[in-house]
């Protein structure tokens, strides 16, 4: 079992920044997808930004975040982020950290959820 626990959400002004952290209760961002998805209020849950196995690998971002948003990895400190830059109100939702193994389906493990709320 893989226990992740965010951290770093908050409330920011329009223009503002904030970096969210997700530490795993073990040494697997080294190999395995992580990513940050969000979950605005009435909507479904969207992904932001998702990192491939390796670190220097591809990572796919949502348009909406695009040279605004970094995800990176601390395999020493178990650690994934997501530097958030330029926030806007639209940015605000619940994000959570993912990280699950790119062959075996089951192996999928969610935080519990970090509120980022960005005012106007």
């Known amino acids: 079992q893989v226990h992740l626990v965010e951290s770093g959400g908050g409330l920011v002004q329009t223009g503002g920044s904030l970096r969210l952290s997700c530490t795993a209760s073990?040494?697997?961002?080294?190999?395995?997808?992580t990513g940050w998805y969000r979950q605005a209020p009435g909507k479904q849950r969207e992904s932001v930004a998702v990192?491939?196995?390796?670190?220097?690998?591809?990572?796919n971002y949502a348009d909406s975040v695009k040279g605004r948003f970094t995800i990176s990895r601390d395999n020493g400190k178990n650690t994934v982020y997501l530097q958030m830059n330029s926030l806007r109100p639209e940015d605000t939702a619940v994000y959570y950290c993912?990280?699950?193994?790119?062959?075996?389906?089951?192996?999928?493990?969610w935080g519990q959820g970090t509120q980022v709320t960005v005012s106007s």
């Open positions: 993912n990280v699950r193994h790119p062959l075996i389906t089951s192996w999928n493990y």
């Open positions: 073990d040494s697997i961002f080294s190999s395995r997808i």
């Open positions: 990192a491939s196995i390796t670190t220097g690998g591809t990572t």
